[in-house]
C-alpha cells in the first residue's frame, strides 16, 4: 500500500485555527473507511473523527464536535481535517489512518478491520 501522509500541523494560539491534510492515494477510491486520530503525551491514542468514503457517513469524539470537520477531495486523493477553535488540550500528535470498515454510529471514531497508518504530525495549542 502506498504510505498515508499527514501535513499542515504547527503551533497555534488558543482559538486559531488549522488544516491538516493526509495524501491518501489509493484509500479514498477504494472505499476505506479514513480517520483521524491523535495522541498526547502520556495518553492513549484517541480517535478524532472518521470518515466512510462509500456513503460519506461521519463520526466525531464529543470533545471536537462543532468544531473540527473531516473531508475528502476525490480529485486530489486527499483527506483533511480542518480545526477551529483550537484549545491547547488539542496539543497531539495527529495520525491519518485508513480502515476496511469505520465504527457505528454512536460508538466513538475507530476504525474496524485491517487499518494503515501515516507517520503523524505534531499540532501544538498555547494558551
Known amino acids: 500500500q502506498v504510505p498515508l501522509v499527514e501535513s499542515g500541523g504547527g503551533s497555534v494560539q488558543a482559538g486559531g485555527s488549522l488544516r491538516l491534510s493526509c495524501a491518501a492515494s489509493?484509500?479514498?477510491?477504494?472505499?476505506?473507511?479514513m480517520g483521524w486520530f491523535r495522541q498526547a503525551p502520556g495518553k492513549e491514542r484517541e480517535g478524532v473523527a472518521t470518515l466512510s468514503t462509500r456513503d460519506g457517513r461521519t463520526n466525531y469524539a464529543d470533545s471536537v464536535k462543532g468544531r473540527f470537520t473531516i473531508s475528502q477531495d476525490n480529485a486530489k486523493n486527499t483527506l483533511y481535517l480542518q480545526m477551529t477553535s483550537l484549545k491547547p488540550e488539542d496539543t497531539a500528535m495527529y495520525y491519518c489512518?485508513?480502515?476496511?470498515?469505520?465504527?457505528?454510529?454512536?460508538?466513538?471514531?475507530?476504525?474496524?478491520?485491517?487499518?494503515?497508518w501515516g507517520q503523524g504530525t505534531q499540532v501544538t495549542v498555547s494558551s
Open positions: 489512518a485508513a480502515g476496511a470498515l469505520c465504527s457505528l454510529a454512536g460508538e466513538p471514531p475507530a476504525l474496524v478491520g485491517r487499518h494503515f
Open positions: 489509493g484509500y479514498i477510491s477504494s472505499g476505506y473507511c
